[in-house]
């Protein structure tokens, strides 16, 4: 007799584990992380710089990771907030994980950060699976995308503590219907906040720093209900496909 063991769930297993770890490890040091999720496009880079430098002026000593598939421009762009910076390639992988994660952090963040902001890879698939270890996710999308983006996507906005609207400045423009969206992150997310920010306007500048220290000061997180469902019913299954066999005992 032979069983089969998804190895989707158990590489999300292993991963869920280091998470916990360096959730642990990080609190350990005073340290909360925030995980950015978005599409490409959506302003993410812009607005995260933008934050970046409101807690450089109000003294929160504050670091930052970005990953991308191929080029260092976004790091480039959020090291002119003058806060540490680093960048992470991952070669084509599409998320990143808790354990690439640790080993960039290691030897690297600085021992006084309080808030470490985590730009992940422009993709509301892959990303939208793996924990961190963060102890804030974000999901952030531009006026531009639809006001559908959160059924298309119910994963990642499904298991959001925050939604954040960018480029509100063109909403207008762009006949964004804002209580469509509203009502849609409702029917996946019940209960989430949703904030809209300008990076070119300074609209909403600053809410997603209030919102990190709050977490970072013992404030509650929204729970949404997805996360207390088992893998199989909240992640893509990628590598459904791909099984391993063995005896049974």
């Known amino acids: 007799m ?19 770890a360096l959730r642990a490890e990080l ?13 490409p496009g959506s302003g993410k880079t ?47 992988l599409c998320h990143l994980e808790a354990s690439m994660l640790g080993r960039h ?4 963040l600085p021992a006084a950060t309080r808030l470490l902001f985590v730009e992940n890879v422009g993709n509301l698939v892959c990303p939208a699976s793996y924990d961190l270890g963060e102890d804030l996710r974000v999901v952030l999308a531009s006026v ?29 423009a762009v006949e964004f ?7 849609h992150v409702e029917q996946v997310n019940p209960g989430v906040e949703v904030v ?7 609209g909403g500048v600053g809410e997603l720093l209030d919102r990190a220290l709050a977490v970072a000061d013992g404030g509650a997180v929204h729970e949404p209900v997805m996360a ?8 893509h299954h990628d590598l459904d496909d791909v099984v391993m066999t063995r005896p049974l005992p």
């Not at 998804?6 to 869920?16: C, G, I, P, T």
């Not at 809209?196 to 300074?202: E, K, V």
């Open 2 to 20: 032979c069983r089969t063991v998804d190895l989707h769930q158990a590489v999300l297993a292993k991963n869920d584990a280091t998470a916990h």
């Open 27 to 39: 609190a350990g040091r005073g340290t909360t992380m925030v995980n950015l999720l978005s599409s």
């Open 46 to 92: 812009a607005l995260l710089e933008r934050e970046l430098l409101r807690a450089r002026e109000r003294g929160v000593p504050t670091a930052a990771l970005t990953a991308d598939l191929a080029t260092e421009n976004d790091a480039r762009r959020l090291a002119r907030s003058g806060v540490p910076v680093k960048q992470v390639l991952t070669d084509g």
């Open 105 to 108: 952090l290691e030897g690297w």
């Open 144 to 172: 531009t995308e639809g006001e559908d983006k959160p059924l298309k996507y119910p994963t990642a906005f499904g298991l959001a503590h925050l939604v954040v609207v960018t480029k509100a400045d063109i909403a207008e």
């Open 177 to 183: 219907d804002e209580e469509a969206f509203r009502a």
């Open 196 to 202: 809209l920010t300008s990076a070119r306007r300074g």
């Open 228 to 235: 207390g469902q088992p893998h199989e019913h909240h992640h």
